[in-house]
T-cell receptor, first 117, second 116 residues
Framework: AQSVTQLDSQVPVFEEAPVELRCNYS??????LFWYVQYPNQGLQLLLK??????LVKSINGFEAEFNKSQTSFHLRKPSVHISDTAEYFC???????????????FGKGTKLSVKP | NAGVTQTPKFRVLKTGQSMTLLCAQD?????MYWYRQDPGMGLRLIHY???????AKGEVPDGYNVSRLKKQNFLLGLESAAPSQTSVYFC???????????????FGAGSRLTVL
């Protein structure tokens, strides 16, 4: 069965330190990969996505993720975190052959990033 | 530009009661989804719809029903609520396959349901 594994349920880190949130998936077909972020008491919102092309994708607020097909990973990184990055981060894999989800989006269980001053 | 709106935001039910959660989107999205979020479980798909008048089961459909009578609305119903349905429910929508941005879901703010 297809699955998404986020290896860390909680990641505490000090402000201005680097962080990596890990995501691995299992799939024998081509996939689309996403990171969503959920701030406290809010819905999820897209942080970044990989559909095709360059394996390194970046968000507007300094996060980046690299698609590694051989290791079936899509780890999220930021070189220097802020207090405002405190949130829960979800990795997701879309198994739809042509995109459009159609109910084929699988979410990981989430990683809570806690940034401390 | 409201995006995806869910009502109500909070609700407390007794076991056996029924209720309906309403999701409305104003982005002309074809696809709509209902997820539930439980601690340590991530998001699990309950039901989804790929167009007006169509619905399909997701990963955890038991105990829920849905309807998509209008393109902009997607209703989630609980006919006989159980404590195991205590959760935060999220509605989401997206464009149809092949359309630009088709893979990106827009989420509502969530509806917190407690079943006593």
């Amino acid at each position: 069965a297809q699955s998404v594994t986020q290896l860390d349920s909680q990641v505490p880190v000090f402000e201005e330190a680097p962080v990596e949130l890990r995501c691995n998936y299992s799939s024998s077909v081509s996939v689309y990969l996403f990171w969503y972020v959920q701030y406290p008491n809010q819905g999820l919102q897209l942080l970044l996505k990989y559909l095709s092309g360059s394996t390194l994708v970046k968000s507007i607020n300094g996060f980046e993720a690299e698609f590694n097909k051989s290791q079936t990973s899509f780890h999220l990184r930021k070189p220097s975190v802020h207090i405002s990055d405190t949130a829960e981060y979800f990795c997701a894999v879309d198994l739809s052959p042509y995109g459009g989800s159609q109910g084929n989006l699988i979410f990981g269980k989430g990683t809570k990033l806690s940034v401390k001053p | 530009n409201a995006g995806v709106t869910q009502t109500p935001k909070f609700r407390v039910l007794k076991t056996g009661q029924s209720m309906t959660l309403l999701c409305a989107q104003d982005m002309n999205h074809e696809y709509m989804y209902w997820y539930r979020q439980d601690p340590g479980m991530g998001l699990r798909l309950i039901h989804y719809s790929v167009g007006e008048g169509t619905t399909a089961k997701g990963e955890v459909p038991d105990g829920y029903n849905v309807s998509r009578l209008k393109k902009q609305n997607f209703l989630l119903g609980l006919e006989s609520a159980a404590p195991s349905q205590t959760s935060v429910y999220f509605c989401a929508s997206s464009y149809s396959q092949g359309a630009p941005g088709a893979n990106v879901l827009t989420f509502g703010a969530g509806s917190r349901l407690t079943v006593l």
